[in-house]
């Protein structure tokens, strides 16, 4: 199982995997574990949720504790009962037993208040069917809250080449 300060530096994104050539993607990404890679984030958004079906290959011929995955909690949460709908679903098509991170995609993708959002993630921690809660796409004033009740391990934020303006927001303001 692999502990936080044990990551690659650099994650793989999976949401522009070329699933029209699954088996040159799976080599690319069995060679980039090769390499060292380590850490991996995925959504059931992507691709209609052929990503997330496209790594149980992956998953059959890497062992899921040489690998760090973060998940992503989509636009369907009507309900607490949804956390954990989704996050099934993420284990059972990829034939995992847990996820490193869990984490709401987007901070409008819950009907429920995002608070409540990542109190049901925690209890999912409890369950051991995650192991750290995360963040992505959320405001700074929406990731200052949720830093108040609960402990984050990581944070997916905007990133662009050309403007590093999220970066600056996030690391010189908290």
Do not use: W
Request: hydrophobic share 35%; proline share 2%; glycine share 2%.
């Amino acid at each position: 199982m692999i502990n936080l300060n044990e990551l690659n530096p650099i994650g793989i994104g999976t949401y522009k995997l070329d699933l029209e050539n699954k088996d040159k993607t799976l080599q690319s990404l069995l060679y980039s574990v090769d390499k060292g890679q380590n850490f991996m984030s995925t959504s059931l958004l992507y691709d209609n949720c052929n990503v997330v079906n496209f790594l149980y290959d992956f998953f059959k011929q890497v062992n899921k504790e040489n690998i760090f995955i973060t998940c992503h909690l989509e636009p369907y949460i009507e309900s607490k009962k949804d956390v954990e709908k989704q996050l099934d679903k993420y284990l059972k098509q990829m034939d995992i037993d847990y996820v490193d991170a869990l984490q709401v995609h987007m901070s409008y993708a819950s009907k429920i208040p995002l608070l409540e959002t990542y109190e049901e993630i925690n209890k999912m921690i409890e369950k051991g069917k995650v192991r750290y809660m995360s963040a992505s796409n959320t405001s700074l004033e929406e990731l200052k809250q949720i830093q108040k009740h609960f402990k984050l391990c990581s944070f997916e934020g905007v990133y662009n080449l050309e403007c590093k303006y999220y970066e600056y927001v996030v690391i010189y303001s908290l």
